[in-house]
């Protein structure tokens, strides 16, 4: 089950108190004080895993909690420190203040550590405050309190490319057919109901990850259909692989369902919409090969007036296949030399 939304309730450690002691042992009935510091308490650090890629756990576990730091003992025994408790979290996710708003982390690297609730330090034994004309004192601080803090989580897929367009244009086919992913395919609108990712191997190192989005729809950026769910996963892909249906089977005009799509990823992001892209005609497998020029003529031709030369491709037959995949290649390459 992929879920990419979670609520999470932390508590640092609380910091052990001081002791306050005085050392007494027979034939040194001026041993002074002796009382050890409090320990720390555990922080509450959040880590990259890169194996994972949902946030499913935290609806069974929402609570995380690290351990007190122990008080100090006499002679000077200093307390133990509470122990952190580290909470894994997939590439791409983010850590959210409810309250401000504010992304108070974000995970991007395998192995990255953040401290999202710090423990509290421990208090001042006696020991501290002797002095000179204070020998027997019996000060001690106590250990600070714990944080406790509700964060939101979301996550945003970690992608070289994204795969858009409407329900039913053909994306899920194109990513089995271009790796080993095994989305669900069907000719009924919406099959892909979350996020798949498949990684691209064109040899010679040559590899990308690809991610499948749900099907978008004229309103999405408003909350219409799954995408405004999922349009936020496709702000991290480096590009946009547009994939068009070439041939509707409601009758719709592909030219016009290209521009309803761009319509939506410019109102929910710029920066979404400035992103490079790929446009490809898919399902020309459907089309008689001697005919398909003439039948897609005044398509392409409108296509060309917006400035689109889309490519052509049947992700059933696999025919195109590759020399998309490496004209996507060549654009996310190129993508991420201009960082």
């Known amino acids: 089950m992929f879920v990419d939304r979670a609520v999470i309730h932390v508590r640092s450690g609380k910091g052990g108190n001081g002791c306050a002691h005085l050392l007494q042992l027979k034939g040194n009935p001026k041993g002074g004080p002796d009382g050890g510091d409090g320990g ?3 922080d509450v650090v959040v880590v990259g895993d890169p194996h994972l890629d949902t946030l499913v756990e935290f609806a ?8 007190d730091g122990e008080n100090g003992q006499k002679k000077k025994c200093h307390g133990c420190d509470g122990a952190d408790i580290e909470i894994r979290l997939p590439l791409g996710a983010q850590i959210i203040d409810p309250e ?12 990255q550590r953040v401290v999202i ?18 020998q027997t004192p019996l000060e001690r601080t106590l250990g600070e ?18 795969f858009v367009g409407l329900p039913n244009a ?7 057919a271009s790796t080993r992913a095994n989305p669900k395919v069907a000719d009924y609108p919406f099959t892909t109901l979350g996020p798949q990712l498949g990684i691209l191997d064109l040899g010679d190192e040559r590899r990308l990850v690809l991610a499948d989005l749900p099907g978008l729809i004229e309103g999405a950026a408003e909350g219409a259909g799954l995408g405004h769910d999922f349009l936020r996963h496709v702000e991290r892909t480096r590009c946009i692989l547009h994939v068009v249906d070439a041939l509707p089977v409601d009758g719709s005009d592909p030219v016009e369902s290209y521009r309803t799509i761009r319509r ?4 929910f992001s710029d920066e979404l919409a400035r992103k490079p892209e790929l446009v490809v005609l898919n399902k020309i497998d459907l089309l008689p090969a001697e005919d398909r020029a003439e039948l897609l003529a005044d398509v392409l031709e409108r296509f060309a007036k917006r400035g689109v030369k889309p490519m052509m ?4 037959t696999g025919e195109g296949v590759r020399e998309v995949m490496l004209s996507v290649w060549r654009m996310a390459e190129s993508a991420r030399a201009r960082g």
């Open 40 to 42: 720390k308490g555990g």
């Open 60 to 67: 069974y576990k929402p609570h995380w909690f690290a351990t």
């Open 100 to 111: 401000s708003g504010d992304i108070v982390a974000e995970i991007l690297e395998p192995g």
């Open 117 to 134: 609730a710090a423990g509290g330090r421990g208090g001042l034994g006696n020991d501290h405050f002797k002095s000179a004309v204070h």
């Open 145 to 162: 309190p714990s944080v406790e803090k509700t964060y939101d989580i979301e996550l945003k897929l970690i992608a070289d490319v994204g």
């Open 170 to 176: 053909g994306k899920s086919t194109l990513l089995k």
């Open 264 to 267: 939506e990823l410019a109102e």
């Open 313 to 316: 491709m049947s992700g059933a």
